[in-house]
């Protein structure tokens, strides 16, 4: 065999080579499915008659211990409850719940799908606020099973960064609307 018909045969090899990590990596990224920025938003008015709930937290300014709070909203098909919390570590200063109907949740939460409350960035390095906009505030956007485990977990700040992909103000106000007395349970909180 001359060396021009070993280096033929050589090249043929390499190029089918080639093409086979072509083919394994192309079939790789189908099988992969989407990327972890994109996100599929859910249908919530599927939550209606289950124990799902959804969460609207807003995490004060990074501060010391007995001045930080937190202001949490959660959602459910038999209540909204609107929970102060101190420190870092959760320890509830009030909380004050109103009742829900199976009909008025699933209203809340077809106006929280219109205003785009399940898009965001599922993307896991940006999966923590913590520190974010530290002289701001962080605004966490959830949904929990009965377990009280994230579904979804996006969140944003009053800086403009963030994950959160939807309307922040309408979002923000559809929870506070949930909260009669909003006003006067969150007076002695700096937000």
Request: glycine share 8%; charged share 15%; aromatic share 10%.
């Amino acid at each position: 065999m001359t060396s021009d018909a070993k280096r033929y045969i050589v090249a043929f090899l390499l190029a089918v080579g080639l093409i086979i990590v072509v083919i394994i990596l192309i079939i790789r990224g189908l099988l992969s499915g989407p990327s972890v920025a994109s996100s599929v938003p859910k249908n919530l008015t599927d939550y209606v008659g289950t124990s799902t709930s959804v969460q609207f937290t807003i995490d004060s300014p990074v501060a010391s211990a007995d001045q930080h709070k937190d202001v949490i909203i959660n959602v459910s098909n038999y209540e909204a409850t609107l929970t102060v919390t101190k420190g870092y570590e959760g320890q509830v200063l009030r909380s004050q719940s109103y009742p829900m109907s199976s009909s008025s949740y699933a209203t809340f939460l077809r106006a929280l799908s219109y205003n785009g409350f399940t898009q965001g960035n599922n993307d896991p390095t940006l999966k923590d606020e913590r520190g974010h906009c530290a002289l701001g505030a962080r605004y966490i956007y959830e949904i929990l099973d009965s377990n009280g485990d994230d579904v979804q977990h996006y969140w944003y700040t009053s800086c403009g960064s963030g994950t959160f992909g939807g309307s922040a103000s309408a979002i923000q106000q559809l929870f506070v609307n949930q909260i009669t007395d909003y006003n006067k349970l969150t007076s002695d909180v700096r937000l």
